[in-house]
């Protein structure tokens, strides 16, 4: 009897204690797309008593729970909520949650949510094999924008991206010409511009002009970072401007998007992509044929463009994909005005014998492997195949009418490759974390550029004229890169980080060939003919630093600063040009300075966003162009080394939606309104050069400024746009007169209004825009050699109308 009574005692106990025995429920929180730690998120235990926040790691613990069912509930202003059911039974348990971002393009187009309805956010501390803690950076989200994106408007995609100044000389989209900060939109030549992370430019140290830019149909997020940038992709004062393409769809085998567009002009768009996963392959492609006869005579154009992304996905860890770009296009070039012509009719044009050819062909494969949720791993192979040919009658004096003689020809023919590595390693300081960011790279460059005179007919005809005295210009130009670079995010306590980061360069870059001088009598012949050979090379070594620091007082706020050293090298277009009315100085030196940020911003959420901050640019050896009078008293363009220019000022850009604001129950209702204001001085602190000194730094408005409304209810979207630019100069000297050649003078203030339309219903969408509301007369730049020489002005009103359906 004693013994079953000590055997029932017994056995109470082991019931009661495996009843009221308590237990531990750990986790971490992490991001869907590239297992990033997330710091911040709420984490709501069942009904919501009970809650924790995840820390610099994305961990997070509740303790002292008896055995039982959870549900776990995660709330963060980037990721989308979820909810995960978590049993315990008799011991601790430790769980791993994936919160998808805001800002992913979902599949189905008849979702409607608003949360990351601006179309425009920015890039999170480490993202994508990247750290960008303490720097400052923006998003666009083409898809979620109500613009004009067939042409690839500009003024439009990239309106809340504060202080860029944008080059607009034909209403086709076929290449994108933004700067800022004083820096040279040229072709985008001061950004170290790629696409799905890897180099479209012609050559990225010799020759960093983009002839080619993605459709902005089939680009997923644009993706900017300024100054700091050279630490992780290269030495410019740019920053980082990167296309990333739309990623396959996982949820079906095909799917197919067809978007018909047209417009003003002539234009016609044809817009074709397919998608799909099956099993573990995963694909994109699409086509892109467009056309159009431009708003000024002689600006007919025709462009394709395909692209193909295959993926195959070997485990949840390990990827491997290819990507394959192919673009070609042919293009009519109007020529350049004077100020007289200008205001006389910028719709005119005197040349109708310029010509344009652009081939870019860009294979890549990228292999992509997470050892672990610590520990990553990329690899990136790419090249490029490209030319550029340029044919017309372009004489110094802008007015004069076309002779018929021999045309100038010009060819470019381009053939990179490299590679790049990355390696992300996430770890522990005792108890806080802290992410190691390391890569290599290794880049070969070749640039065959090639002068002479080309035919005397109308026509397209890139070959040059059989004769001894044809070819004036004949250069190789090889160049190599190694760099190697690390960053580390240090985070200090719950609120500060501290990033620190190292950049090592080796670039060597060579010209080989001879340029020629050519002595014509009255009658135009040639009389003499002399050819002087050359060979330049140039090898430099370097080390670059920065430090980047974030403070968040708040969850929705961060105080963040950055000092970077920038650096750019001297260009093939810098060591030799043929341009009878252009002189190198040959002791031009490389551009050498640093970066400064310091700003505030919000963490974005559905209602508002905004992000103020100040920059300071100290550009050292600036190289720039000049004119001058030699014995002969012709006015020529020196370009060289203008001296130190100092840029500074302050970018700000606010948004919210106000209508959602003040009636949050009506989530049917957007109306967003937004101010982009960039308020920049500029001058030349030091020069050599007489004149200069004291004057305002080319290429910067003091004031540039893009507004706008968007209003949406339902499906139904509209959007207004303003858009106003202060008077910029073209050169250091400040000329306002641009004479017979119109090369350098005043840019002028313009003020432009644009107005567009969406509407989407089952599977089509419908969408209008109508471009310079007001028919304003204006330009942005005024070119030095192609496709001018002189002024080139921007397009008139213009309408656009498309039509889009997913099957």
Same mark, same amino acid.
């Given at each position: 009897?004693?013994?079953?009574?000590?055997?029932?005692?017994?056995?109470?106990?082991?019931?009661?204690?495996?009843?009221?025995? &308590?237990?531990?429920?750990?986790?971490?929180?992490?991001?869907?797309?590239?297992?990033?730690?997330?710091?911040?998120?709420?984490?709501?235990?069942?009904?919501?008593?009970?809650?924790?926040?995840?820390?610099?790691?994305? &961990?997070?613990?509740?303790?002292?729970?008896?055995?039982?069912?959870?549900?776990?509930?995660?709330?963060?202003?980037?990721?989308?909520?979820?909810?995960?059911?978590?049993?315990?039974?008799?011991?601790?348990?430790?769980?791993?949650?994936?919160?998808?971002?805001?800002?992913?393009?979902?599949?189905?187009?008849?979702?409607?949510?608003?949360?990351? =309805?601006?179309?425009?956010?920015?890039?999170?501390?480490?993202?994508?094999?990247?750290?960008?803690?303490?720097?400052?950076?923006?998003?666009?989200?083409?898809?979620?924008?109500?613009? +004009?994106?067939?042409?690839?408007?500009?003024?439009?995609?990239?309106?809340?991206?504060?202080?860029?100044?944008?080059?607009?000389?034909?209403?086709?989209?076929? &290449?994108?010409?933004?700067?800022?900060?004083?820096?040279?939109?040229?072709?985008?030549?001061?950004?170290?511009?790629?696409?799905?992370?890897?180099?479209?430019?012609?050559?990225?140290?010799?020759? #960093?002009?983009?002839?080619?830019? #993605?459709?902005?149909?089939?680009?997923?997020?644009?993706?900017?970072?300024?100054?700091?940038?050279?630490? !992780?992709?290269?030495?410019?004062?740019?920053?980082?401007?990167?296309?990333?393409?739309?990623?396959?769809?996982?949820?079906?085998?095909?799917?197919?998007?067809?978007? !018909?567009?047209?417009?003003?002009?002539?234009?016609?768009?044809?817009?074709?992509?397919?998608?799909?996963?099956?099993?573990?392959?995963?694909?994109?492609?699409?086509?892109?044929?467009?056309?159009?006869?431009?708003?000024?005579?002689?600006?007919?154009?025709?462009?394709?463009?395909?692209?193909?992304?295959?993926?195959?996905?070997?485990?949840?860890?390990? @990827?491997?994909?290819?990507?394959? @770009?192919?673009?070609?296009?042919? *293009?009519?070039?109007?020529?350049?005005?004077?100020?007289?012509?200008?205001?006389?009719?910028?719709?005119?044009?005197?040349?109708? $014998?310029?010509?344009?050819?652009?081939?870019?062909?860009?294979?890549?494969?990228?292999?992509?492997?997470?050892?672990?949720?610590?520990?990553?791993?990329?690899?990136?192979?790419?090249?490029?195949?490209?030319?550029?040919?340029?044919?017309?009658?372009? #004489?110094?004096?802008?007015?004069?009418?076309?002779?018929?003689?021999?045309?100038?020809?010009?060819?470019?023919?381009?053939?990179?490759?490299?590679?790049?590595?990355?390696?992300?390693?996430?770890?522990?300081?005792?108890?806080?974390?802290?992410?190691?960011?390391?890569?290599?790279?290794?880049?070969?460059?070749?640039?065959?550029?090639?002068?002479?005179?080309?035919?005397?007919?109308?026509?397209?005809?890139? =070959?040059?004229?059989?004769?001894?005295?044809?070819?004036?210009?004949?250069?190789?130009? %090889?160049?190599?890169?190694?760099?190697?670079?690390?960053?580390?995010?240090?985070?200090?306590?719950?609120?500060?980080?501290?990033?620190?980061?190292?950049?090592?360069?080796?670039?060597?870059?060579?010209?080989?060939?001879?340029?020629?001088?050519?002595?014509?009598?009255?009658?135009?012949?040639?009389?003499?003919?002399?050819?002087?050979?050359?060979? /330049?090379?140039?090898?430099?070594?370097?080390?670059?630093?920065?430090?980047?620091?974030?403070?968040?007082?708040?969850?929705?706020?961060?105080?963040?600063? +950055?000092?970077?050293?920038?650096?750019?090298?001297?260009?093939?277009? =810098?060591?030799?040009?043929?341009?009878?009315?252009?002189?190198?100085? %040959?002791?031009? !030196?490389?551009?050498?300075?640093?970066?400064?940020?310091?700003?505030?911003?919000?963490?974005?959420?559905?209602?508002?966003?905004?992000?103020?901050?100040?920059?300071?640019?100290?550009? +050292?050896?600036?190289?720039?162009?000049?004119?001058?009078?030699?014995?002969?008293?012709?006015?020529? $363009?020196?370009?060289?080394?203008?001296?130190?220019?100092?840029?500074?000022?302050?970018?700000?850009?606010?948004?919210?939606?106000?209508?959602?604001?003040?009636? %949050?129950?009506?989530?049917?209702?957007?109306?967003?309104?937004?101010?982009?204001?960039?308020?920049?001085?500029?001058?030349?602190?030091?020069?050599?050069?007489?004149?200069?000194?004291?004057?305002?730094?080319?290429?910067?408005? +003091?004031?540039?400024?893009?507004?706008?409304? /968007?209003?949406?209810?339902?499906?139904?979207?509209?959007?207004?746009?303003?858009?106003?630019?202060?008077?910029?100069?073209?050169?250091?000297?400040?000329?306002?007169?641009?004479?017979?050649?119109?090369?350098?003078?005043?840019?002028? *203030?313009?003020?432009?209004?644009?107005?567009?339309?969406?509407?989407?219903?089952?599977?089509?969408?419908?969408?209008?825009?109508?471009?310079?509301?007001?028919?304003?007369?204006?330009?942005?730049?005024?070119?030095?050699?192609?496709?001018?020489?002189?002024?080139? #002005?921007?397009?008139?009103?213009?309408?656009?109308?498309?039509?889009?359906?997913?099957?």
């Amino acid at each position: 009897m004693i013994r079953f009574t000590v055997f029932s005692f017994l056995v109470v106990c082991l019931f009661a204690t495996s009843t009221f025995a &308590q237990y531990q429920l750990s986790g971490t929180v992490q991001a869907r797309h590239d297992s990033a730690a997330i710091k911040g998120v709420t984490i709501y235990l069942d009904n919501g008593k009970r809650q924790a926040v995840t820390d610099s790691l994305g &961990q997070f613990t509740f303790t002292n729970l008896p055995n039982g069912q959870y549900v776990l509930h995660t709330s963060a202003p980037d990721f989308k909520a979820s909810k995960q059911t978590i049993a315990l039974a008799g011991r601790d348990q430790s769980i791993r949650i994936l919160v998808a971002s805001r800002q992913e393009t979902l599949a189905e187009v008849t979702v409607t949510d608003k949360q990351s =309805d601006f179309g425009f956010t920015r890039m999170r501390g480490v993202e994508s094999m990247g750290i960008y803690e303490g720097k400052k950076s923006e998003v666009i989200i083409p898809e979620q924008l109500v613009a +004009n994106l067939s042409t690839n408007n500009a003024r439009q995609i990239y309106a809340r991206v504060a202080g860029l100044n944008i080059w607009e000389n034909e209403g086709a989209g076929l &290449q994108l010409s933004i700067g800022g900060r004083g820096l040279d939109p040229n072709r985008s030549s001061n950004f170290n511009v790629r696409q799905n992370g890897y180099d479209i430019s012609a050559d990225a140290l010799g020759y #960093p002009e983009s002839y080619y830019t #993605p459709p902005t149909e089939a680009v997923g997020r644009i993706q900017i970072v300024r100054g700091a940038a050279s630490l !992780q992709y290269g030495t410019q004062f740019g920053g980082l401007l990167n296309f990333v393409m739309k990623k396959p769809i996982t949820d079906r085998k095909f799917e197919l998007t067809a978007r !018909q567009t047209i417009g003003s002009f002539g234009f016609y768009n044809a817009f074709t992509s397919a998608s799909g996963t099956v099993g573990k392959l995963s694909y994109y492609t699409f086509f892109q044929y467009k056309k159009g006869d431009g708003w000024r005579p002689n600006s007919h154009f025709t462009n394709y463009t395909a692209f193909a992304d295959v993926d195959y996905h070997f485990s949840e860890k390990t @990827t491997l994909g290819v990507d394959i @770009t192919q673009m070609s296009y042919l *293009a009519q070039q109007p020529g350049g005005l004077t100020d007289e012509m200008f205001r006389e009719d910028p719709r005119q044009s005197n040349r109708e $014998r310029n010509w344009f050819k652009v081939n870019w062909t860009m294979p890549a494969l990228h292999f992509d492997h997470k050892f672990n949720t610590n520990n990553e791993f990329n690899l990136r192979l790419f090249g490029l195949y490209a030319y550029r040919y340029s044919l017309g009658f372009r #004489p110094n004096r802008v007015a004069s009418i076309d002779d018929n003689s021999e045309r100038d020809l010009i060819k470019g023919d381009f053939q990179n490759y490299g590679a790049e590595a990355r390696y992300l390693k996430r770890y522990s300081i005792g108890k806080q974390q802290a992410v190691m960011l390391v890569g290599g790279r290794y880049y070969h460059g070749f640039n065959h550029s090639v002068q002479g005179l080309g035919s005397t007919g109308k026509d397209a005809d890139f =070959d040059f004229i059989t004769d001894a005295h044809a070819i004036s210009y004949d250069y190789r130009f %090889p160049n190599r890169n190694v760099s190697a670079f690390a960053e580390n995010i240090f985070y200090i306590g719950e609120k500060l980080s501290i990033t620190p980061g190292v950049r090592f360069e080796y670039i060597k870059t060579t010209a080989d060939g001879f340029y020629g001088t050519i002595t014509r009598d009255l009658a135009g012949n040639i009389i003499n003919s002399v050819s002087t050979t050359e060979y /330049r090379t140039n090898g430099r070594q370097f080390l670059l630093g920065g430090i980047g620091i974030s403070y968040k007082p708040f969850t929705q706020l961060d105080i963040y600063g +950055n000092l970077s050293q920038n650096y750019r090298s001297i260009t093939f277009t =810098d060591m030799r040009i043929a341009n009878p009315s252009s002189v190198i100085d %040959p002791n031009m !030196q490389d551009e050498k300075g640093y970066s400064l940020d310091v700003g505030i911003r919000s963490t974005q959420t559905t209602l508002y966003n905004f992000d103020v901050s100040a920059f300071y640019l100290n550009y +050292n050896n600036r190289i720039g162009e000049v004119q001058f009078s030699d014995v002969n008293d012709r006015v020529l $363009r020196r370009r060289g080394n203008i001296g130190q220019a100092v840029i500074m000022g302050i970018e700000s850009y606010a948004e919210g939606d106000f209508l959602r604001l003040a009636n %949050p129950a009506n989530p049917n209702l957007s109306g967003v309104i937004f101010a982009n204001v960039a308020l920049i001085h500029s001058t030349y602190k030091a020069s050599e050069i007489a004149g200069v000194a004291g004057n305002q730094v080319e290429f910067v408005p +003091n004031l540039n400024l893009k507004s706008g409304l /968007r209003l949406g209810y339902k499906n139904l979207k509209g959007s207004f746009q303003y858009t106003h630019l202060s008077n910029q100069f073209s050169d250091a000297t400040n000329a306002t007169d641009g004479g017979v050649s119109a090369v350098l003078g005043l840019i002028p *203030a313009y003020t432009i209004l644009d107005a567009s339309l969406s509407y989407q219903f089952t599977r089509f969408r419908l969408e209008g825009s109508l471009n310079n509301l007001a028919n304003t007369a204006y330009f942005t730049r005024r070119a030095t050699g192609y496709p001018g020489p002189g002024i080139l #002005p921007s397009d008139g009103r213009s309408f656009y109308l498309t039509v889009q359906v997913k099957l």
